[in-house]
C-alpha cells in the first residue's frame, strides 16, 4: 500500500505492529539462525573434545602412530611392555562388517525390490511398517537376542565352541542392516523415472526382466548410497558387537571365531581406563579413527545420492 | 491376394512357448522374493514371541515396580524405569526445540549457498556418528570440560545431541510437505516471515514434526552406549514406587543399561529376569514406535490437501 493516497478518499491507516511483536520476532528469528548452526556447532564440537582427549598420546614418545595403525598387540594394561595396537579390533570390524553385508545386502536389496514391484498396496504398507518396527528394535536387545538365542542355536548346529563369534554377530548385525537398506533402497527405485519402466512393459518385459534390466541399473547409485548407510550403521554399532561377538582381541581365520570390534573395544574397556591415562588417550583416539572412518562412509553416501539426484 | 489366415477363436489368445516361459520366470522370482520378505519379518514375530515366552514367569505388575533386590538377582526394575523416563525427556526437551528450530532455519530461511550445504553436510554426519563416539564426547565435554560430572544431565544431553540431527531430518520433510502456494497466500496479505510460519506452516506440519520426534523417544530409551560412560550406573538405591527419585546431578539406572547389567555383568540372576527387562525395553519402544504410525496414518488420511 502507498504511504499516501492521491485519489481524494482518506486511506485507512497502515497497521502498525507493537514493538515488543517487532523485538519478539526478531528474537526468535535469532534463536531459529543460531538452532540452525547447531549441527556444524555439535559436529565440530565432537571432533574438538574427542581429538582433545585423545591428542597428549600422539605426542607421547612411548606411542607410535604407526603402532596403533598396524599391530595388532593389544596390551593396553601390561606393566611391563604396553602395545597399543588396534589392527586385530579392526579386522574385527571388518570382518563382522563383511559377514553382515554379504548377508543384508541380498536381503535388503531383494526386499526392496519386492516391495516396490511385486506386491500391493496393502501388503507393502504392512511390511513397510514391520521393516520400521524391526529398525527401532534397540541396539541392547539385539545384543541381547546374540548372547542367548542366537549363540545357542550356533553352538547347536555349527558345534563351534562359544557361540559369541563373528557369525552370531554378523547376523545381528545383518538383521539391524536390513531395514535400513530396504527402506532407502526402496526411495532409490520409486525414483527411477516412469517412462523408463512404461518403456520397459510396452515391450513385453515381464517384471523380473524390468527390475533386472532397467529398474537395478538405473538405481544403481541410490542402492550403493543405501548399502553404504547399512556399511556405517553396522561399523559403528556397539552394543550388539559388544555382547554378541566374545572378546577375543584377535585377527579371525573363520567366521566360528570370536573377535572384539573398535566399538565393543572402547564401550569395553573405558569403564577400567582411569580418566587422563595413556590407555583412557589411547581409547579416544580410537574413537577419532572410528568417526573418520563413519564419516568417509557416510559422505561417500551422500554423495552418491546427491549426484544421482543432480543427474536427473 | 490370400485372404488373412483365419486364426479359430480359442485359439488366439493361446500362449506361446516364450509367454509360458515369461509367466514361470516371473512366478519363480516373486516366490523368491516373497519367502526373503517373509524372511525379514519372521525375524521380529519370532524374536518378540520367544522373548515374551521366556519372559513370562517374572512378568508381572510387581516386576515393574518394585526395585532390584538381592545384588540385583530378584525384584523388579522400577529404579530403571524412572531412569529411561528421565533421560528421555530431558533429552527431547532439550533436542526437540533445537531441532525444529533448525529445520525451520533450514526449510524456511536459509538459501542455497555454501553455507547451507555445509549445514547439511553437517547434519548428515552428525546422523553418521557411532554412538560410542558420542559416550566419548560426552563423558570429553559434559562430565569433564563442564564438569556436570557422571549425571542425568551429562547423559541427557549426550542423548540429545544424538537425536538432534535426526529430528531436524524428519521435522524438515514434515515442513517441505506444506505446499509453497500456502505460505504465498500469507506472504500476500502482508504477513512476515514468522508470521506466516507460525500462522500456516507449523499447524500444518505439526503432525509430522511430532511423528519425528516421537520415534526418536523409542531410539533414546533403547540407546546403551552414550549413556554408559556419562551418567547410567549399575545400580541406585530407590524407594520402592518413588516417581521422583533423582536428581539432575545424580546419576541413575536406565532400562537399556539394566538389561546389558543383567545379562552380562551380575552371576547367578534369576532366568527370566533379563528376559523380562528386554520384554519391558522392546514392548516400551515397540508401543511408542506404534503410537507414532498410528499418528501418521490416521493424519495422513484426514490431510486435505
Request: charged share 10%; proline share 5%.
Amino acid at each position: 500500500m502507498a504511504p499516501t493516497s492521491s485519489t481524494g478518499a482518506a486511506a485507512p491507516p497502515r497497521p502498525i505492529r507493537s514493538r515488543r511483536a517487532v523485538w519478539g520476532e526478531r528474537g526468535i528469528e535469532l534463536l531459529i539462525y543460531a538452532s540452525g548452526m547447531s549441527a556444524i556447532v555439535f559436529i565440530l564440537a565432537i571432533l574438538f573434545f574427542i581429538f582433545r582427549e585423545a591428542a597428549p598420546v600422539l605426542f607421547s614418545d612411548r606411542f607410535s602412530l604407526t603402532q596403533f595403525l598396524f599391530s595388532t598387540e593389544w596390551y593396553p594394561t601390561s606393566v611391563s611392555n604396553v602395545r597399543y595396537g588396534t589392527l586385530a579390533l579392526s579386522a574385527g570390524t571388518l570382518a563382522v562388517t563383511v559377514l553382515a553385508m554379504v548377508l543384508a545386502v541380498p536381503f535388503g536389496v531383494g526386499g526392496a525390490v519386492f516391495l516396490s514391484q511385486f506386491c500391493g498396496p496393502r501388503l507393502r504398507e504392512t511390511l513397510k511398517i514391520i521393516i520400521e518396527l524391526l529398525a527401532a528394535i534397540p541396539s541392547v536387545v539385539w545384543g541381547f537376542i546374540g548372547l542367548t538365542v542366537m549363540s545357542r542355536l550356533i553352538v547347536t548346529y555349527t558345534g563351534a565352541p562359544v557361540g559369541v563369534n563373528v557369525l552370531n554377530g554378523g547376523i545381528i548385525l545383518a538383521l539391524m542392516s536390513v531395514p535400513i537398506i530396504v527402506s532407502i533402497g526402496e526411495d532409490a527405485l520409486k525414483a527411477v523415472p516412469d517412462s523408463y519402466v512404461e518403456a520397459a512393459l510396452a515391450l513385453g518385459a515381464t517384471r523380473w526382466q524390468l527390475v533386472f534390466r532397467v529398474l537395478l541399473p538405473a538405481a544403481r547409485h541410490g542402492l550403493l548410497a543405501a548399502v553404504l548407510l547399512g556399511v556405517g550403521r553396522a561399523i559403528g554399532e556397539t552394543m550388539a558387537v559388544l555382547m554378541a561377538t566374545g572378546h577375543a582381541v584377535q585377527i579371525p581365520h573363520g567366521i566360528l571365531d570370536s573377535v572384539r570390534t573398535l566399538t565393543a573395544n572402547i564401550a569395553a574397556e573405558l569403564g577400567e581406563a582411569p580418566a587422563g591415562s595413556e590407555h583412557y588417550q589411547v581409547l579416544f583416539l580410537t574413537g577419532v579413527l572410528l568417526f573418520i572412518i563413519t564419516m568417509l562412509v557416510n559422505l561417500a553416501a551422500d554423495l552418491i545420492i546427491r549426484g544421482a539426484r543432480a543427474r536427473k | 491376394m490370400n485372404p488373412p489366415p483365419v486364426i479359430p477363436v480359442s485359439a488366439r489368445f493361446t500362449r506361446t512357448p516364450l509367454v509360458v516361459r515369461k509367466e514361470r520366470q516371473q512366478a519363480a522370482v516373486r516366490l523368491v522374493l516373497l519367502a526373503m520378505a517373509v524372511l525379514m519379518v519372521l525375524p521380529l514375530l519370532s524374536i518378540i514371541s520367544h522373548l515374551i515366552v521366556q519372559a513370562w514367569p517374572a512378568l508381572s505388575w510387581e516386576f515393574l515396580v518394585d526395585v532390584p533386590r538381592r545384588g540385583m538377582t530378584e525384584g523388579g526394575i522400577w529404579p530403571a524405569l524412572v531412569g529411561t523416563v528421565y533421560l528421555v525427556v530431558i533429552s527431547l526437551a532439550v533436542s526437540a526445540p533445537i531441532g525444529v528450530l533448525a529445520a525451520i532455519y533450514l526449510n524456511e530461511y536459509a538459501r542455497d549457498n555454501w553455507f547451507t550445504r555445509a549445514i547439511n553436510l553437517a547434519v548428515i554426519s552428525l546422523a553418521g556418528v557411532p554412538s560410542i563416539v558420542h559416550a566419548l564426547f560426552g563423558l570429553g565435554a559434559f562430565v569433564y570440560a563442564a564438569r556436570f560430572g557422571y549425571s542425568i544431565l551429562a547423559a541427557s544431553l549426550t542423548l540429545a545431541i544424538m537425536t538432534l540431527p535426526v529430528i531436524i531430518a524428519s521435522t524438515r520433510e514434515a515442513l517441505a510437505a506444506v505446499p509453497t502456494a500456502f505460505r504465498e497466500a500469507c506472504w500476500n496479505v502482508g504477513a512476515t516471515r514468522w508470521q506466516t510460519i507460525r500462522a500456516i506452516v507449523l499447524p500444518n506440519s505439526i503432525s509430522g514434526i511430532l511423528t519425528g520426534v516421537i520415534l526418536q523417544v523409542s531410539r533414546a530409551a533403547g540407546e546403551t552406549a552414550p549413556i554408559l560412560f556419562t551418567g547410567a550406573v549399575f545400580f541406585k538405591a530407590v524407594q520402592r514406587g518413588d516417581l521422583f527419585p533423582y536428581r539432575l546431578t545424580d546419576q541413575c539406572m536406565a532400562l537399556s543399561m539394566h538389561l546389558y547389567t543383567v545379562s552380562t555383568q551380575v552371576p547367578n540372576v534369576r532366568e527370566a529376569i533379563p528376559w523380562a527387562t528386554a520384554v519391558v525395553l522392546l514392548g516400551a519402544v515397540l508401543a511408542v514406535n506404534a503410537a507414532a504410525i498410528a499418528l501418521r496414518v490416521w493424519l495422513r488420511n484426514r490431510k486435505r490437501w
